[in-house]
Each structure stands twice: as C-alpha cells, then as structure tokens.
C-alpha cells in the first residue's frame, strides 16, 4: 500500500521559533509537494521538489523554505514561525512531472499551533 | 494561470438525497480533473479522476464528467450515506509541471 508518512499530526511551538516539518514517501516518487490548507481557502501550494535538491516556489512561499537531499524525504521549514503561519499543512507525492494524469497521494497532515 | 472553483459549503443533506457538487475550471490546454476526499482528522484522497473530454470518473457511488464545452466537473451522488460526510475537493493538474491546483473545497454534512 502506498504510503506519504508526515511526521507529527500535531505541534504547537511559539513565535519566532525555527519550525521542521518532515515527510516521507515510499513510493520511489520524483515530485514532491507541501501545501497549506485554511478553511475556505482550499490547499494554496508552497514549495514543490522534482528530484533531489531540486525545489520550486508555489503560490506562497514566504516565510518557507524546503529541503530535500534524499529522494523520499522532503522537508518544510518555518524559518521563525509567527501566528498566521498556524495551518494545517499537508505533504504529496506523485511520479514525474511529465506525466499529467497521474495522481497525488497525500500524508495525513500536520496541524501547526504557533503562540 | 490555471484555476478551479467549487460551490460553497457547506452542503447539509438527508440521508438518501441526491448530491451535486459543482466545479468549473480555467486551464488552457487540455488538463486532468480530480475529486479529492478528505474524512475528519485525515488527508485527502483520491475519489476519482478525468483525463479528457467527455471522460467519466466514477468511484464508490460517486461520478463526475469532464465537459470542456462548459469546463465543468461536476461531482454526483444518487444517493448519500452519513459516512460521504466530509470535505471534498475539485483539482486540476495541466501543463504546469504536475501540480495539482485545488478549488477551495465544499463541506458536506449528510444527517440519518
């Protein structure tokens, strides 16, 4: 059964703290993707990854950054959290970017409390 | 750029009634359509998917087809269960390097 494995389901950390959020997948997936998910905003994209070391700004990175050295592990980083960052955020794969008909699969999420 | 959007929730229903969920899109090109669930407490999953015009999605009594006439995406139920509540959302991935873009989503509440 495939499986995208996020590290915590919950965290609460304070302001101005610097923020991991790990992901995992074992599917042998090259894309990669962290998306933050608000209530009546849907999923807005923050950084995606197509291979190892190799990352891209979504619609909203600010205050974001990614790291992926190893091709089944991809990681979102709160530079310095601050309160609007509190999210639920959520972790996907899929194959490569070439082909567009192939599906997401997604973690079950992280929900971030920053205070 | 791309887009997608869906009804507003939340959508309350009966048991057993017909469920619509309405989505239409902006692409250019020719792009996939998705129906992603996500239950409470969990992450999304896949419900069905498009891959081109006049193609029909169907999964566990749920169907959607792809209109490029009207860029719609509809998704359908004949009849709903308590256990369809959850939120569901409407995405499309084009030419955009394979990311999937989302509509906000639609809540849906089926009460016994």
């Known amino acids: 059964d495939v499986k995208v494995t996020q590290s915590s389901r919950y965290l609460v950390k304070r302001t101005g703290e610097k923020v991991f959020l790990e992901c995992v997948q074992d599917m042998d997936h090259e894309n990669m993707f962290w998306y933050r998910q608000d209530p009546g905003l849907g999923l807005r994209l923050i950084y995606f990854?197509?291979?190892?070391?190799?990352?891209e700004k979504g619609d909203i990175p600010e205050g974001y950054s990614v790291s992926r050295e190893k091709k089944e592990r991809f990681s979102l980083i709160l530079e310095s959290a601050s309160t609007n960052q509190t999210s639920m955020y959520l972790c996907?794969?899929?194959?490569?970017?070439?082909?567009?008909?192939?599906?997401?699969?997604f973690g079950q999420g992280t929900r971030l409390t920053v205070v | 750029g791309d887009s997608v959007t869906q009804m507003e929730g939340p959508v309350t229903l009966s048991e057993e009634a017909f469920l619509t969920i309405n989505c239409t899109y902006t692409a250019t090109g020719y792009p996939s359509l998705f129906w992603y669930v996500q239950y409470p407490g969990e992450g999304l999953q896949l419900l069905l998917k498009?891959?081109?015009?006049?193609d029909k999605g169907s999964n566990k009594g749920f169907e959607a087809t792809y209109r490029k006439e009207t860029t719609s995406f509809h998704l359908e139920k004949g009849s709903v269960q308590v256990s369809d509540s959850a939120v569901y959302f409407c995405a499309l991935k084009g030419n955009q390097g394979g990311k999937l873009i989302f509509g906000q989503g639609t809540e849906l509440s089926v009460k016994p």
């Open positions: 498009a891959t081109k015009a006049d």
């Open positions: 990854s197509y291979d190892v070391k190799m990352k």
């Open positions: 996907a794969s899929s194959l490569a970017a070439g082909t567009k008909y192939t599906e997401a699969f």
